[in-house]
């Protein structure tokens, strides 16, 4: 991966290579941690992070869900990622928050181990490849099932679901396919291994609800909006498997991926990226940077140093 010069850990700027735990941390055994991803672009008054509070707020619910009392606010970690940004001298990159028990306890009831807070933001590139974005990928249904509501929190982000999607991935990956498309408890559609699933069917959007076991997706909720300020219909419902192989069009969105369509899903060929793809996935990259005057209050511009002589990276 792309490093960067600087984690924020505990309150703390360290060098990359510094920012470390104890090996009895409490989440490195059983996945006791909430996480974010988010992403800030290079937008023409400079980096901006996209939905900043939305993710952040998402973070403390994940936290709350698990038992993670948060030792800092959301806002003040909003504040330390800006800072970090600007400490990094990044412009586009990733950004992960992570909420995690630490050392102190290795019992289940852990209340003994302290929450420990990280953000790390470094370059990360399209998560599904550039050319995915353009032309589209190749999708499979998962023998996995998306983990129920029954057993864990499906709206929340936290680190030991993960192992699931990891399932789901490594499963496609491993027979030739780019991403896992998992179905829910129940059977029918639910989301990709880190996105959402939209499928355009006799001209409108559909995609699975919050019943189906998708997470809490921040942009399902910016799409669904473009979408429908475009004047396509999006409708929340339950799909089934076969509606995959009978849509006109199909498309991902997550943080990591943003918006990618999908040109063959267990080897039934969609085609190329449609009309309807094509539109919501040009004004969402707009939203991203910063070129969708309507969509602006969707960004939190981090303030940098614009002097000709300043350097842009201030020192730790
Ligand atoms: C399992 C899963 N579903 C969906 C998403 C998309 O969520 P968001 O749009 O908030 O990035 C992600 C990525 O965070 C994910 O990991």
């Known amino acids: 991966m792309d490093q960067a010069e600087l984690i924020w850990h505990n309150g703390e700027f360290v060098p990359w290579e510094d920012a470390k735990v104890h090996v009895l941390s409490h989440a490195l055994h059983y996945g006791t941690g909430v996480f974010e991803g988010i992403r800030c672009y290079e937008t023409e008054r400079g980096p901006a992070v996209f939905r900043h509070a939305d993710h952040l707020n998402r973070l403390a619910k994940s936290a709350e869900l698990y038992y993670l009392g948060l030792p800092y606010s959301p806002e003040e970690i909003g504040e330390a990622t800006r800072e970090l940004i600007r400490r990094n001298g990044l412009g586009s990159c990733y950004i992960r928050p992570l909420a995690f028990r630490g050392y102190g306890s290795l019992g289940l009831y852990a209340t003994d181990a302290p929450v420990d807070l990280i953000v790390a933001a470094f370059p990360w590139g399209a998560y599904l490849g550039e050319e995915g974005q353009k032309h589209g990928i190749r999708a499979k249904v998962s023998s996995w099932r998306r983990i129920g509501p029954g057993g864990l929190i499906p709206h929340a982000k936290a680190s030991g679901q993960y192992l699931n999607s990891i399932l789901a991935k490594t499963e496609s990956t491993n027979a030739g396919y780019e991403e896992a498309i998992l179905l829910d408890e129940r059977g029918f559609v639910c989301e990709g291994s880190g996105e959402n699933i939209y499928l355009v069917r006799d001209g409108e959007i559909v995609t699975p609800g919050h019943s189906s076991s998708i997470l809490d997706s921040i942009n399902r909720k910016s799409v669904i909006q473009i979408a429908r300020d475009l004047g396509d219909t999006v409708v929340e419902r339950d799909v089934a498997r076969a509606e995959l192989y009978l849509a006109e069009e199909i498309f991902l969105t997550g943080t990591a991926a943003e918006l990618v369509p999908v040109r063959e899903i267990d080897d ?34 981090v303030e940098v140093s614009t002097g000709a002589d300043e350097p842009s990276k201030v020192s730790s």
Do not use: C, M, N, S
Not at 274 to 281: A, L
Not at 292 to 300: G, I
């Open 268 to 301: 039934h060929p969609i085609g190329e990226p449609g009309e309807i793809t094509r539109h919501v996935q040009a004004k969402f990259v707009d939203a991203l940077y910063g070129r969708a005057e309507e969509y602006l209050e969707w960004l939190d511009f």
